[in-house]
């Protein structure tokens, strides 16, 4: 059973996102920030993140860039509901840059989720 994990500091699209992928059969572990995120990465690597770049403590951008650095090979889906721009840059063409395989601007379909997940893990 392929895995992945949710990392966002709102409960209930974390919440949200475990239920959509856990009925279509994925193990889904939890996160609510950057820093537990790569916590729980380093104890179990998932073979995919979903990462929001907006959270307390460790946002998603560094996050991903530790991700990617530690785990070159590891899978991410960054996701935001935040437009704010560094630059001429949004977040999600940063995060895109730092590792990001795909990109989701909230909010988004979570059928629209399920097959950048699928796409990603061959499904």
């Given at each position: 059973?392929?895995?992945?994990?949710?990392?966002?500091?709102?409960?209930?699209?974390?919440?949200?996102?475990?239920?959509?992928l856990e009925q279509?059969?994925?193990?889904?572990?939890?996160?609510?920030?950057?820093?537990?995120?790569?916590?729980?990465?380093?104890?179990?690597?998932?073979?995919l993140v979903v990462?929001?770049?907006?959270?307390?403590?460790?946002?998603?951008?560094?996050?991903?860039?530790?991700?990617?650095?530690?785990?070159?090979?590891?899978?991410?889906?960054?996701?935001?509901g935040g437009c704010?721009?560094?630059?001429?840059?949004?977040?999600?063409?940063?995060?895109?840059?730092?590792?990001?395989?795909?990109?989701?601007?909230?909010?988004?379909?979570?059928?629209?989720?399920?097959?950048?997940?699928?796409?990603?893990?061959?499904?």
């Amino acid at each position: 059973m392929p895995s992945v994990l949710v990392v966002d500091d709102e409960d209930q699209i974390r919440q949200l996102i475990r239920d959509t992928l856990e009925q279509a059969g994925y193990e889904v572990q939890e996160a609510r920030n950057g820093k537990q995120g790569l916590e729980c990465y380093r104890a179990k690597p998932a073979d995919l993140v979903v990462m929001d770049i907006l959270m307390p403590d460790q946002d998603g951008l560094e996050s991903i860039m530790t991700l990617r650095r530690e785990f070159p090979a590891s899978r991410v889906i960054a996701i935001t509901g935040g437009c704010d721009m560094i630059g001429i840059l949004n977040f999600l063409d940063v995060a895109k840059m730092l590792g990001a395989r795909r990109t989701l601007q909230k909010p988004f379909d979570m059928q629209t989720l399920l097959e950048a997940a699928q796409s990603e893990l061959g499904r």
